[in-house]
Every structure is written in C-alpha cells, then in structure tokens.
T-cell receptor, first 114, second 111 residues
C-alpha cells in the first residue's frame, strides 16, 4: 500500500526564518514519483516539483529546496528566508511509476507572520 | 499561460438536486482527473480518464456520481441526487505526463 505522512499539521514562523516541511512516504514500488503542491488561501493547487525515485539529487529553485532521501523514505521541503506570501497549505504526494494516481498527504499549513 | 478551467466556481444547491460540474483540461493533455477535498478526508481521487476513456472510478460513489468526457476539451462530474455529505471542493486536474495541473476547483454546498 502507498501512504504519505506529513506529521506537521501546522507551522508558524516569522518572516525571514527558514522552515522545513517534512514528508515521509511508504511504497512497495521500486520506481515512483514524489511531488509537492502548494495551496494558497485562494484555494487552487499549484504544482511545485516532481522527483523520480532514481534521482536523489537535491534540488534548489530560488528560496525553495528539496531533500530526497531514499534511505529514510523522506522528501522534505525547505523554504529559506520565508515570506508572508509563502503562507499556504503544502501537500506532499506520491505516485507509482506505472500509475497516474496521486496519493496525497494530509498537508501542512504554514503561516508566515510579518 | 495554459490553465485548467472549471465551472461553476461555487454552487449552492438543495439536497436531492442534480449537480453538474465542468472542466476544460489544458489543450493537449490526455489524462483528466477528478478529486474531492474535504476537511475530514483531505484530497481524494474520484476518477480519471486517459484519451477520454475511463481508467479508474473506484473512488467514486457509483450510485449517485458519474463522470464523463464527451470530448477532449470537456470533462463532467455529475451528482444525482446530491446529499449534504457531498459538500466539498471538487478539483479537476489534467496531465500529459506525470505532472498534474489543477483547476481552481468548484466549491459545492448542499443544504
């Protein structure tokens, strides 16, 4: 069975702080994809990143970075120098290589205060 | 900037009424998904299509929900009859590969 766990329900930080959102996954597939989506207060789901299971290189995109570690089945997301506009619910998701189904975690609500 | 569009954005209806939600996927995307988001259950996949053919609708209550793709530019999700427990945000997403792009959602309230 596939499962995604986001243990942090809610995180509050002050602007300019760094924050890491945790994601732990379970799958029996040897090949799979991992994703992060952002859901701002407006409600839409915004795609942030996709990683393949065979590519463990960390990725950086501006203030965002992702740490994928197969050994611990984790795909953590760090926002450096957080801003108020980063306030949103962030979802981690998993899909098998041969399936289109996305299994979502329960989300982490991030609040960034000025 | 290609986007998935959904109509209506908000719908309030009375229990027992039929509800139809529409989705226009991104042009060229061959896979279309319907998700439901509630506070209790989070994001759940209801059904999805590839090249307009239904691939999986196991997440959908079959007795009242139906999903179709009349053509490549339109996907519909219908609830008949609607019940208060159907109140949720319904998202459509489309994909060409592994990355799914979501529409803005339809917020459904059934009273």
């Amino acid at each position: 069975a596939q499962k995604v766990t986001q243990a942090q329900t809610e995180i509050s930080v002050v602007e300019k702080e760094d924050v890491t959102l945790d994601c732990v996954y379970e799958t029996r597939d040897t090949t799979y994809y991992l994703f992060w989506y952002k859901q701002p207060p407006s409600g839409e789901l915004v795609f942030l990143i996709r990683r393949n299971s065979f590519d463990e290189q960390n990725e950086i995109s501006g203030r965002y970075s992702w740490n994928f570690q197969k050994s611990t089945s984790s795909f953590n997301f760090t926002i450096t120098a957080s801003q108020v506009v980063d306030s949103a619910v962030y979802f981690c998701a998993l899909s098998g290589y041969n399936t289109d189904k996305l299994i979502f975690g329960t989300g982490t609500r991030l609040q960034v205060f000025p | 900037d290609a986007r998935v569009t959904q109509t209506p954005r908000h719908k309030v209806t009375e229990m027992g009424q039929e509800v139809t939600m529409r989705c226009q996927p991104i042009l060229g995307h061959n896979t279309v998904f319907w998700y439901r988001q509630t506070m209790m259950q989070g994001l759940e996949l209801l059904a999805y299509f590839r090249n307009r053919a239904p691939l999986d609708d196991s997440g959908m209550p079959k007795d009242r929900f139906s999903a179709e793709m009349p053509d490549a530019t339109l996907a519909t999700l219908k609830i008949q009859p609607s019940e208060p427990r159907d109140s949720a945000v319904y998202f459509c997403a489309s994909a060409e590969g592994a990355e799914q792009y979501f529409g803005p959602g339809t917020r459904l309230t059934v009273t």
